[in-house]
């Protein structure tokens, strides 16, 4: 299945916005995802929830693959990579551990998200992990909202809008840019999505399988995807 990217500027920087949920940032060679919640399945599985497995594999896979496509110098995660605090038998450590050997000349980092607190991570998954990210006129965090140190790129919300027309009620996630920050849309096979309201001024771009689209409708009409 081919992947597409849509190029827009965010803070005066050309970015792309890749529909396999990531955001690619040529001038800082930085390739940016948010909320992949490795360990989701497992999670639940120990709580005796019957949920399929795979998940945790194939979100590793997505990022090598971005990873091969765009040959970033760092890979920022915006916070919650991980859906719970880690377990040393955990299948997807070893699944990441091989990503990571993949990628050795690739500097892993991560803004911690709420889902990560908390979580000692093994000093071989090599994971260089803060509160947040500065790379002017960047900040990478993962709580939404302005920032002081530039214009924040983070996740946490999984921002998905609803559409409307045809007799079809769909929900799509959306990369949401706004006047001071960005939204990522939630990266990890196994997330939700929470649906989010565009104001006058906003960008909103629906992502499928194969396609970034603009949605420029959505401002001047954000009854039609109120929550």
Same mark, same amino acid.
């Given at each position: 299945?081919?992947?597409?990217?849509?190029?827009?500027?965010?803070?005066?920087?050309?970015?792309?916005?890749?529909?396999?949920?990531? /955001?690619?940032?040529? $001038?800082?060679?930085?390739? &940016?995802? !948010?909320?992949?919640?490795?360990?989701?399945?497992? @999670? #639940? %599985?120990?709580?005796?929830?019957?949920?399929?497995?795979?998940?945790?594999?194939?979100?590793?896979?997505?990022?090598?693959?971005?990873?091969?496509?765009?040959?970033?110098?760092? /890979?920022?995660?915006? $916070?919650?990579?991980?859906? &719970?605090? !880690?377990?040393?038998?955990?299948?997807?450590?070893? @699944? #990441? %551990?091989?990503?990571?050997?993949?990628?050795?000349?690739?500097?892993?980092?991560?803004?911690?998200?709420?889902?990560?607190?908390?979580?000692?991570?093994?000093?071989?998954?090599? /994971?260089?992990?803060?509160?947040?990210?500065?790379? &002017?006129?960047?900040?990478?965090?993962?709580?939404?909202?302005?920032?002081?140190?530039?214009?924040?790129?983070?996740?946490?919300?999984?921002?998905?809008?609803?559409?409307?027309?045809?007799?079809?009620?769909?929900?799509?996630?959306?990369?949401?840019?706004?006047?001071?920050?960005?939204?990522?849309?939630?990266?990890?096979?196994?997330?939700?999505?929470?649906?989010?309201?565009?104001?006058?001024?906003?960008?909103?771009?629906?992502?499928?399988?194969?396609?970034?689209?603009?949605?420029?409708?959505?401002?001047?009409?954000?009854?039609?995807?109120?929550?």
């Amino acid at each position: 299945m081919s992947a597409a990217a849509l190029p827009v500027t965010v803070s005066g920087e050309p970015v792309m916005l890749d529909s396999r949920r990531a /955001l690619y940032w040529p $001038g800082g060679g930085v390739l &940016a995802i !948010a909320d992949v919640h490795l360990g989701k399945g497992e @999670a #639940f %599985r120990r709580r005796g929830v019957a949920v399929p497995s795979g998940h945790t594999q194939a979100d590793c896979d997505a990022i090598d693959a971005l990873l091969r496509d765009y040959r970033p110098a760092r /890979l920022i995660v915006c $916070g919650d990579l991980l859906h &719970a605090p !880690a377990r040393g038998d955990e299948a997807w450590l070893d @699944a #990441f %551990r091989t990503l990571r050997r993949t990628h050795a000349d690739v500097a892993f980092e991560m803004a911690v998200g709420n889902h990560d607190r908390g979580s000692r991570l093994p000093a071989d998954l090599g /994971l260089d992990c803060h509160s947040e990210r500065v790379a &002017a006129p960047f900040v990478f965090t993962h709580e939404p909202g302005a920032h002081d140190a530039g214009h924040a790129i983070c996740g946490h919300l999984h921002p998905v809008v609803r559409l409307r027309g045809m007799g079809d009620n769909l929900r799509m996630p959306v990369f949401w840019l706004r006047r001071d920050h960005a939204v990522l849309p939630a990266f990890g096979s196994f997330t939700g999505g929470a649906e989010v309201t565009p104001e006058a001024g906003d960008q909103v771009f629906a992502v499928s399988d194969r396609a970034v689209q603009p949605l420029p409708h959505l401002s001047a009409r954000s009854s039609s995807c109120a929550s």
